[in-house]
C-alpha cells in the first residue's frame, strides 16, 4: 500500500493562521519532515522553532520530527541559475528519499506558507514518486501565503480595478518592472527596489516576517521610504535572526 506524502502548508508563521485542514493532517501522519537549513544559515534554527511552535499548538499528543539537512546550492554561476536550482532539486529529493526510507510510516512536510509558491517541495516530492523507490501517494495541503498576509496587514487588495497583477523575484524585478505596473515581489534578499530608476514612480507596501513577532511593516512612495526599509530590514534581522520580506509596487498614476 502506498504511504501518505503529505506537502502541508503552514502559512507564514503565525501559529493562529494554520488551516483546519492542515492541522487535521498534521495529527494524522507518522512524523514530520522538514528541511533543515542551520547548517549553512544558523539564523534559520528560528524558522524551525516557529514551526514547532505551530505543532505543539495544532498536534495534540506527542509528536516527531525528522529533520532533513538541506543539501547546498551552487550559487556561483548566476547565468545557470535554472541547471543549479534543478540539481538542487534534485539532491534534495534524495535526501528527502533516505529519509522516507529511514523511517517508514506516514509522513508530512512542513512547508512554509502555501506550497504552490516560490517553494520546491511539490517538485521534489513528483520527483520522489517518479523515481518508485519509496511508494508515496503525495498530497497538497494550501496554506496562506506571506503575499495574503502581506495584503491583509496592509488592509491592500492586490491587483487594481480588472489589472493584473506580476508576481516575481527580485532577480528578475528590473526587466518585470520595465513593462509591469503592479507587482509583488518575493525572494529579494538585496532590496532590489532601491535600484529602480524612478523610485518617485512607485508605491510600495512592505512587509518583513510576517506572522512572526518581528512583524515590520511599512507603505510609502518608494523615494521617500525606501531608507527606512532598509534599516527596518536589518532590524528585523538582528531582531530575529532571520530576515524574509515581501512587497507590493505599484507604479503612481499622473494625473
Ligand atoms: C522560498 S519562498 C516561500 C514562499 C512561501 N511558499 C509563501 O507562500 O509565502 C520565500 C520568500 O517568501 C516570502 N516570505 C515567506 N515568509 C514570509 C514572511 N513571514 N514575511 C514576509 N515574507 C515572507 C519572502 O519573499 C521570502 O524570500
Same mark, same amino acid.
Given at each position: 500500500?502506498?504511504?501518505?506524502?503529505?506537502?502541508?502548508?503552514?502559512?507564514?508563521?503565525?501559529?493562529?493562521?494554520?488551516?483546519?485542514?492542515?492541522?487535521?493532517?498534521?495529527?494524522?501522519?507518522?512524523?514530520?519532515?522538514?528541511?533543515?537549513?542551520?547548517?549553512?544559515?544558523?539564523?534559520?534554527?528560528?524558522?524551525?522553532?516557529?514551526?514547532?511552535?505551530?505543532?505543539?499548538?495544532?498536534?495534540?499528543?506527542?509528536?516527531?520530527?525528522?529533520?532533513?539537512?538541506?543539501?547546498?546550492?551552487?550559487?556561483?554561476?548566476?547565468?545557470?541559475?535554472?541547471?543549479?536550482?534543478?540539481?538542487?532539486?534534485?539532491?534534495?529529493?534524495?535526501?528527502?528519499?533516505?529519509?522516507?526510507?529511514?523511517?517508514?510510516?506516514?509522513?508530512?512536510?512542513?512547508?512554509?506558507?502555501?506550497?504552490? =509558491?516560490?517553494?520546491? @517541495?511539490?517538485? +521534489? !516530492? %513528483? &520527483?520522489?514518486? #517518479?523515481?518508485?523507490?519509496?511508494?508515496?501517494? /503525495?498530497?497538497?495541503?494550501?496554506?496562506?501565503?506571506?503575499?495574503?498576509?502581506?495584503?491583509?496587514?496592509?488592509?491592500?487588495?492586490?491587483?487594481?480595478?480588472?489589472?493584473?497583477?506580476?508576481?516575481?523575484?527580485?532577480?528578475?524585478?528590473?526587466?518585470?518592472?520595465?513593462?509591469?505596473?503592479?507587482?509583488?515581489?518575493?525572494?529579494?534578499?538585496?532590496?532590489?527596489?532601491?535600484?529602480?530608476?524612478?523610485?518617485?514612480?512607485?508605491?510600495?507596501?512592505?512587509?518583513?516576517?510576517?506572522?512572526?513577532?518581528?512583524?515590520?511593516?511599512?507603505?510609502?512612495? =518608494?523615494?521617500?521610504? @525606501?531608507?527606512? +526599509? !532598509? %534599516? &527596518?530590514?536589518? #532590524?528585523?534581522?538582528?531582531?530575529?535572526?532571520? /530576515?524574509?520580506?515581501?512587497?507590493?509596487?505599484?507604479?503612481?498614476?499622473?494625473?
Amino acid at each position: 500500500m502506498s504511504r501518505r506524502l503529505a506537502l502541508v502548508g503552514l502559512g507564514p508563521g503565525d501559529p493562529e493562521l494554520v488551516t483546519a485542514q492542515a492541522a487535521r493532517v498534521l495529527n494524522e501522519v507518522d512524523y514530520f519532515l522538514v528541511a533543515d537549513k542551520t547548517a549553512q544559515h544558523p539564523g534559520t534554527a528560528d524558522l524551525i522553532e516557529r514551526r514547532d511552535a505551530i505543532c505543539e499548538r495544532h498536534v495534540a499528543g506527542p509528536w516527531r520530527t525528522v529533520h532533513v539537512a538541506d543539501p547546498e546550492r551552487d550559487r556561483a554561476d548566476p547565468a545557470d541559475y535554472g541547471a543549479a536550482v534543478r540539481d538542487w532539486h534534485e539532491a534534495r529529493a534524495l535526501a528527502f528519499e533516505s529519509a522516507l526510507l529511514e523511517n517508514p510510516g506516514d509522513a508530512a512536510v512542513l512547508v512554509w506558507g502555501d506550497p504552490a =509558491l516560490y517553494d520546491s @517541495a511539490i517538485r +521534489i !516530492a %513528483d &520527483r520522489i514518486a #517518479e523515481r518508485g523507490v519509496v511508494d508515496v501517494e /503525495v498530497e497538497v495541503v494550501p496554506g496562506l501565503s506571506s503575499v495574503q498576509l502581506l495584503a491583509a496587514r496592509h488592509r491592500l487588495v492586490l491587483n487594481t480595478i480588472g489589472g493584473p497583477i506580476t508576481i516575481t523575484t527580485g532577480r528578475r524585478l528590473l526587466d518585470d518592472a520595465a513593462s509591469g505596473d503592479n507587482l509583488v515581489v518575493m525572494l529579494d534578499g538585496a532590496l532590489t527596489c532601491c535600484r529602480l530608476p524612478d523610485p518617485s514612480g512607485w508605491w510600495i507596501w512592505w512587509g518583513a516576517n510576517l506572522g512572526s513577532p518581528g512583524e515590520q511593516l511599512i507603505a510609502g512612495r =518608494l523615494d521617500e521610504v @525606501a531608507e527606512a +526599509i !532598509a %534599516d &527596518r530590514r536589518e #532590524e528585523a534581522r538582528s531582531a530575529q535572526g532571520w /530576515v524574509m520580506d515581501t512587497y507590493l509596487l505599484r507604479r503612481v498614476t499622473r494625473p
